[in-house]
């Protein structure tokens, strides 16, 4: 038993440093490729998560309640508790594990090029956006509102890797979270109606 739960044990670490290799391995070459073009373009998207997290519910209810559409309020609302929903999960995660950010963890390989906190796991930013983004199309249920919100969030988890404040797996987790709390209100919202 005790020989069975060593190997379990070093197989974890294994498995957990070879992961880790792989993401700094990633990380360094996303991160490598720099221009002044691509760190403007990046801080741009970064800095876009939270205007964008707040006009796109607030004009959706906007909308709603000046044709008095209930049905859009109700779009509203749930795309605004998506959002919440996804930003306290993301953050009760982040101080919870306590994960170092990879400009603190190997400072030799990244340089921070934007304004962070010290946590990394997960990206707040990349949770929002596809918190978001998910929000939308649930809302919309269009293709031409799914492609360019998908293709600003998938920006924006590339820019957190780029600007060397996140971990692959940090966005990951994040796009994780996002999706996944936008459905389960969504769902849960529907399930109420039904009762």
Not at 49 to 54: D, F
Not at 58 to 71: A, M, P, R
Not at 105 to 118: I, L, N, T, V
């Amino acid at each position: 038993m005790k020989r069975s739960l060593y190997i379990a044990i070093c197989s974890l670490f294994a498995f957990s440093t070879q992961a880790q290799s792989f993401e700094v391995r990633m990380m360094r070459k996303i991160h490598s490729d720099s221009t002044i073009f691509k760190d403007k373009l990046c801080r741009g998207l970064s800095n876009s998560v939270t205007p964008l997290s707040i006009a796109a519910p607030s004009s959706i209810l906007l909308v709603g309640f000046i044709n008095k559409d209930q049905d859009l309020q109700r779009e509203g609302y749930r795309a605004t508790a998506s959002i919440l929903l996804s930003t306290a999960i993301s953050g009760s995660i982040k101080y919870s594990i306590k994960r170092e950010r990879p400009f603190s963890r190997s400072p030799e390989y990244f340089c921070k090029k934007c304004k962070a906190g010290k946590l990394s796991f997960p990206s707040g930013h990349t949770t929002a956006a596809f918190a978001t983004a998910t929000s939308l199309t649930l809302a919309s249920r269009k293709w031409y509102v799914a492609v360019p919100a998908y293709t600003w969030a998938s920006g924006v988890a590339y820019s957190r890797m780029y600007l060397g404040v996140h971990y692959p797996s940090d966005i990951f987790g994040g796009i994780v979270i996002g999706v996944g709390s936008s459905f389960l209100v969504w769902g849960v919202d529907k399930w109420l109606m039904k009762r």
